[in-house]
């Protein structure tokens, strides 16, 4: 399957905010669980949020618990990640994907045949 889109990225002071979006490739990502990844440089890509299909059932990794809110666009088909408080340590280059599952507090997987889109770069500096 073609990769997911993202946009939204930008340079921004810390403490800012940004609005990121996932959009698919001729295909909606309604009824798909989506994921939000970021990979910072010579890191591994590290989960930051994902949202189920039916966008009741979130999860945030520790660092941007609190910070970070992700949620639905059903008219628009689109999952978006709302960052606030930016810290230089969420720079990074931000991408999403579909994963299996969100349930209990946990995300699933990606699938193998899901591959990584372009993303989006997320700059925090002064």
């Known amino acids: 399957q073609l990769p997911l889109v993202e946009s939204g990225g930008g340079l921004v002071q810390p403490g800012g905010s940004l609005r990121l979006s996932c959009a698919g490739s001729g295909r909606s990502l309604n009824g798909y669980a989506i994921g939000w990844f970021r990979q910072a440089p010579g890191k591994e890509h590290e989960e930051v949020s994902c949202v189920n299909s039916g966008g009741d059932e979130t999860t945030y990794s520790r660092s941007v618990k609190g910070r970070f809110t992700i949620g639905r666009d059903v008219a628009d088909h689109t999952v978006y990640l709302q960052m606030d408080d930016l810290k230089p340590e969420d720079t990074g280059v931000y991408y999403c994907?579909?994963?299996?599952?969100?349930?209990?507090?946990?995300?699933?997987?990606?699938?193998?045949?899901?591959?990584w889109g372009r993303g989006t770069q997320v700059t925090v500096s002064s």
């Open positions: 994907s579909r994963v299996y599952y969100v349930q209990y507090g946990s995300c699933g997987a990606r699938p193998m045949s899901e591959s």
